[in-house]
């Protein structure tokens, strides 16, 4: 992309924007005031990809930006007006206008002393990339770019308005975050900016975990998430932030197929991004990711040189929890990626199609409404180089789906229950409610999944049988 060409691009995004735009400015020129779309909204509007969600600043206080937009916009919220930002809702547009800022940083935290600054170039250099650090002027649609953020975005690269060193010290969550632009927007660190992120990675400790994960978690759902996960992973800052990804540097696959379970890892999230169907899946992609991470703790090397890593995904499973829990993940996307860490390699034991129906629906229903995600996490987890090897294992698996898809249409495996309710079971044994309860209906569940559905007449005799066995009268 070459500067003509780009600046082409943002005069073609403003003008699809303009009469909002230049509405707005004439609100703020007419109350004495600049406005200036910025940050993230001009980068996107020169890479031709600006959303309705618009970032503005302005040399207006905040109480002077309310007193403006009060009467024009749809809607205003101020929640972050100690911050110097005013929300906007405008026909189907989100707009955040920021007075400019001139803050400076503790560098014990990473919360800065909030501080209004007079100048749009002084709001600019405190920005954190210089692709971030450009503005227009809304009425006179003139660019300022005083640190070349045209010049790296047209080359990709991410780098500092001030030294990464000066950048990072302010905010350390700035060095995820530039992994998180290689990832959403396939840009690479300027070798200065890699040098400072290696320096200084144990400065991430001062982010709070919550922030750390809306990092990463942006960065897994970009589009490039491999090459952000190595950025990560090579300048230390996952030894920090998510140790058992590096970890799984130190485990060769038992295939010998990759280099080692951390490649093996990465390539498993790119074809499992590769099955997605309804956009990004961070479920799924946490699996992918993590599918493994158990690996490490489960090696042992075998007589004959082999290596094995017997009950990894269980392990892996409770590694998952630990390290999601940590991060604060909630508890649904911990549930879900630990589940489906714990079932990733059943499909293993199927060979050649020699599951009974029984052991069809207890993987049906184990995995539950996560079935779908684990198709595609097996499917991923093949990366064998042999491709008739593949091609059989890809056929196997269609078998599978294929005799889940029967015996689901057959037995509505998606509401499995046992023959006899809670009720029917209290009537018939004379119980009341409680544990006995509870247990009757679980071995009627097993029964249910091992022999398919009974008759009425079958379940009232097994559970008349289990309820003698079991001494209750």
């Not at 600049?34 to 970032?55: F, I, K, N, P, T």
């Not at 640190?147 to 975005?153: C, F, P």
């Not at 009627?444 to 398919?452: A, H, Q, S, T």
Request: proline share 4%; with cysteine.
């Amino acid at each position: 992309m070459n500067e003509l060409a780009a600046k082409r691009n943002a005069v073609i995004e403003l003008m699809r924007i303009s009469p909002l735009a230049d509405e707005l400015a004439g609100l703020f020129a007419k109350a004495g005031h600049r406005l200036y779309l910025v940050g993230g909204s001009v980068r996107d509007a020169l890479l031709g990809r600006l959303s309705a969600d618009l970032d503005f600043t302005t040399d207006a206080r905040p109480q002077q930006i309310l007193g403006i937009v009060r009467g024009w916009a749809d809607g205003v919220w101020d929640t972050g007006i100690d911050f110097g930002t005013v929300g906007v809702t405008k026909r189907g547009s989100t707009l955040e206008i920021t007075t400019f800022r001139a803050d400076t940083y503790d560098r014990v935290s990473r919360n800065p002393e909030v501080t209004f600054g007079d100048t749009i170039e002084g709001d600019l250099l405190r920005r954190d990339f210089t692709v971030n650090a450009m503005a227009i002027d809304i009425s006179t649609k003139e660019f300022v770019d005083p640190h070349n953020g045209l010049d790296t975005l047209a080359q990709r690269v991410l780098d500092t308005p001030a030294t990464p060193q000066e950048s990072f010290a302010d905010d350390p969550l700035r060095m995820l975050r530039a992994a998180r632009f290689v990832s959403q927007l396939d840009f690479s660190p300027a070798p200065r900016v890699t040098e400072a992120m290696t320096a200084m990675a144990g400065e991430i400790e001062r982010i709070t975990a919550e922030r750390v994960q809306a990092e990463l978690s942006k960065l897994l759902l970009g589009e490039h998430p491999r090459r952000g996960l190595e950025l990560v992973v090579g300048t230390g800052l996952a030894e920090r932030v998510l140790p058992e990804l590096p970890g799984m540097r130190l485990a060769i696959d038992e295939h010998h197929q990759h280099k080692d379970v951390y490649q093996h890892s990465l390539t498993v999230l790119e074809q499992a991004i590769a099955l997605e169907q309804d956009g990004p899946d961070l479920v799924l992609r946490l699996a992918a990711l993590l599918h493994d991470i158990g690996k490490p703790a489960t090696r042992r090397f075998e007589a004959g040189g082999g290596v094995s890593f017997h009950h990894h995904e269980v392990v892996g499973a409770k590694m998952v929890r630990k390290r999601l829990r940590a991060l604060r993940y909630s508890k649904q996307i911990i549930d879900d990626v630990s589940q489906l860490v714990f079932l990733h390699l059943r499909f293993h034991g199927y060979g050649r199609g020699e599951w009974t129906d029984s052991a069809v629906r207890r993987y049906a229903t184990d995995a539950g409404p996560l079935l779908q995600r684990l198709h595609k996490l097996v499917r991923a987890d093949c990366t064998t180089r042999n491709k008739r090897k593949a091609a059989a294992l890809q056929r196997t698996y269609d078998e599978l789906e294929e005799r889940i898809a029967r015996i689901a249409e057959e037995e509505d495996l998606a509401r499995v229950r046992p023959d006899l309710d809670g009720n029917e079971i209290m009537k018939l044994l004379g119980l009341p409610p409680g544990p006995l309860v509870g247990k009757a209906w679980r071995y009627l569940k097993e029964l249910r999944l091992d022999r398919g559905p009974l008759t009425h007449d079958e379940a009232v005799a097994e559970l008349r049988r289990w309820a003698e066995e079991n001494g209750i009268p």
